[in-house]
């Protein structure tokens, strides 16, 4: 198995380009998600998908949309880049929900920068 | 805002020591999940405890919960150089999401 694949792993951007920043698995997990990391503030939650068809806002939500047609792809876009967005995201899986938990599995990363 | 804290912020060691680092959280969990993270890569989990669980080991890891006190705690035993990363919790509430904190890192030097 791959895992979690991301690409771009690295993609330079002008204030108010587009983009869309894509993740896949091949485990067949029901719940990927997408964090940001910036320095000094750990990962932070932008959105989430419980499966094909289903997403919901994490804690920083404004300035992306995503969308889950399958079960294997959970692409991020940014609609009008801006010098805020530059951090680098991860894209992450796990096998279902439940109250028992269960580990995530993490992509590479793709490291952003918006002039 | 973040759900958990880890505390300290960076830890300094010599190989062959033991490395603890602790980790504080807001609200009821039904497990709490570390994690480790090489310079520039993705995160790797390492172990899970959950809210019934007091203390859980693997290898080198010993990890212990106590939701009393609504805290955790990372022990690394023997370190290596390899051991070098950042250490994250993260709080998993059942709402679907897994709240992260702000992680530890930890030097280990030769």
């Known amino acids: 198995n791959a895992g979690v694949t991301q690409t771009p792993k690295f993609q330079v951007l002008k204030t108010g380009q587009s983009m869309t920043l894509q993740c896949a698995q091949d485990?067949?997990?029901?719940?990927m998600s997408w964090y940001r990391q910036d320095p000094g503030m750990g990962l932070r939650l932008i959105h989430y998908?419980?499966?094909?068809?289903?997403?919901d806002q994490g804690e920083v939500p404004n300035g992306y949309n995503v969308s889950r047609s399958t079960t294997e792809d959970f692409p991020l876009r940014l609609l009008s880049a801006a010098p805020s967005q530059t951090s680098v995201y991860f894209c992450?899986?796990?096998?279902?929900?439940?109250?028992?938990?269960?580990?995530?599995?993490f992509g590479p990363g793709t490291r952003l920068t918006v002039t | 805002s973040q759900q958990g804290e880890e505390d300290p912020q960076a830890l300094s060691i010599q190989e062959g020591e033991n490395a603890t680092m602790n980790c504080s959280y807001k609200?009821?969990?039904?497990?709490l999940q570390w994690y480790r993270q090489n310079s520039g890569r993705g995160l790797v989990h390492l172990i899970l405890?959950?809210?019934?669980?007091r203390e859980k080991h693997s290898g080198r890891l010993r990890v212990t919960l106590d939701t009393s006190k609504k805290s955790s705690s990372l022990l690394i035993t023997a370190s290596r150089a390899a051991d070098t990363a950042s250490y994250f919790c993260?709080?998993?509430?059942?709402?679907?999401?897994?709240?992260f904190g702000t992680g530890t890192r930890l030097l280990v030097s030769p």
């Open positions: 992450a899986s796990r096998p279902h929900l439940g109250p028992i938990g269960y580990e995530q599995y």
């Open positions: 609200t009821s969990i039904n497990n």
């Open positions: 993260a709080t998993d509430t059942g709402f679907q999401k897994l709240v």
């Open positions: 405890i959950r809210s019934n669980e």
């Open positions: 485990m067949n997990h029901e719940y």
């Open positions: 998908s419980v499966g094909a068809g289903i997403t």
